[in-house]
Every structure is written in C-alpha cells, then in structure tokens.
C-alpha cells in the first residue's frame, strides 16, 4: 500500500514557487501553442502581471530554499552536498537574476538584453523539472503529483511552442 505524507511547510512553499513560476510561462506559451487564448482575457491578465507572479515565484522559492538549509543544516563547502543540491542552487540563481531586473528600471537600461537575459526562464524551467523529479522521487506527499504534473505540461507545451516556431520559420 503507498502511503501520502501530508508536505511539511518548506515543501508547500516550495510548491506554490511552482505554480506561481508555471503561471508566468503560460502566457507565451499558451499564445503560440492555443492560438485562440491571445483573444481570451486570462492570457492577458496574466501577461499584464507576469513580472509581479514571477517576484512572487522567487520570494517563495527563497523561504524554500532557507528553510531546508536551515532545516537539514546543509552545508554548501561539501562539494558532494553542493552537487546533489545543484540543480536547485542554479535555479534559485536564475530566479535571483529574473526577479532582480523584473522592474521598468532594469528593462529600460538593459533594452534588448533584457529579453535574452529573461529567457533564461526556460532553462530554469528544465532545472525545475530536475529539481521535482529528483528530490520529490520516494518522497510522496498530495502536492507531489500535482507538482510533476504541473512542470511536466508546462515542459511539454514548451517543446509543442518551439517546434511550432521552427515549422513557422521553416515555412
């Protein structure tokens, strides 16, 4: 029989970091793979606040991330703790640099690195998938389905946008 543990705070932290990091890749998203959503008013909203959900993304995924270093007493100078914590570390790093320059000050000085910089959010989204996949693995709790479920679609619209494009540019 498999047994679901209820998620302690930092993993419900952690969780809503997700949704909230998956609510701001859907907008683009959505736009190239469900051409009808541009009409629609949620894709709109949620582009209109995209930066805003992304900030809220990172501040929960730093409670997270401090609270089980404080939690396990996880030291960084092992370099064997490091490397299992890796891909965890360079999405905390990505999500540090994207809620940064999420402001009108960062967009106007930055121009058009500002774009390139942000895309940096899709190789966060494959880091994430790492993340979930690897820690949540043998630790099961009701948020870790909804979790995969959540990066493993987004991944996967994500791949169905790009090769969308690529037919597009192709054509």
Same mark, same amino acid.
């Not at 058009?112 to 494959?126: E, G, S, V």
């Given at each position: 029989?498999?047994?679901i543990?209820?998620? +302690?705070?930092?993993?419900?932290?952690?969780?809503?970091?997700?949704?909230?990091y998956?609510? $701001? !890749?859907? +907008?683009?998203?959505? &736009?190239?793979?469900?051409?009808?959503?541009? #009409?629609?008013?949620? +894709?709109?909203?949620? !582009?209109?606040?995209? &930066?805003?959900?992304?900030?809220?993304?990172?501040?929960?995924?730093?409670?997270h991330?401090? !609270?089980?270093?404080? @939690?396990?007493?996880?030291?960084?100078a092992?370099? @064997?703790?490091?490397?299992?914590?890796?891909?965890?570390?360079?999405?905390?790093?990505?999500?540090?640099?994207?809620?940064?320059? %999420?402001?009108?000050?960062?967009? #106007?000085? *930055? #121009?058009?690195?500002?774009?390139? *910089?942000? &895309?940096?959010?899709?190789?966060?989204?494959?880091?994430?998938?790492?993340?979930?996949?690897?820690?949540? %693995?043998g630790?099961?709790?009701?948020?870790? +389905?909804?979790?995969?479920?959540?990066?493993?679609t987004? $991944?996967?619209?994500?791949i169905?946008?790009?090769?969308?494009e &690529?037919?597009?540019?192709?054509?």
């Amino acid at each position: 029989m498999i047994m679901i543990d209820s998620p +302690p705070i930092e993993n419900s932290l952690g969780f809503l970091a997700l949704v909230s990091y998956v609510i $701001t !890749l859907m +907008p683009s998203i959505a &736009r190239v793979v469900f051409p009808k959503s541009k #009409k629609s008013l949620l +894709p709109k909203l949620l !582009l209109k606040k995209r &930066r805003l959900i992304g900030v809220l993304a990172f501040l929960f995924a730093f409670l997270h991330g401090w !609270l089980l270093i404080h @939690k396990r007493h996880i030291d960084f100078a092992d370099l @064997k703790t490091s490397w299992v914590y890796s891909q965890g570390i360079a999405t905390m790093v990505i999500f540090t640099l994207l809620a940064a320059t %999420s402001n009108d000050w960062s967009v #106007k000085a *930055l #121009k058009k690195n500002w774009k390139q *910089l942000h &895309r940096l959010t899709y190789i966060a989204m494959f880091l994430l998938t790492w993340h979930v996949w690897d820690k949540m %693995s043998g630790h099961w709790t009701y948020i870790t +389905p909804i979790s995969m479920a959540a990066i493993l679609t987004i $991944t996967t619209l994500y791949i169905i946008r790009l090769w969308r494009e &690529r037919k597009t540019l192709n054509q």
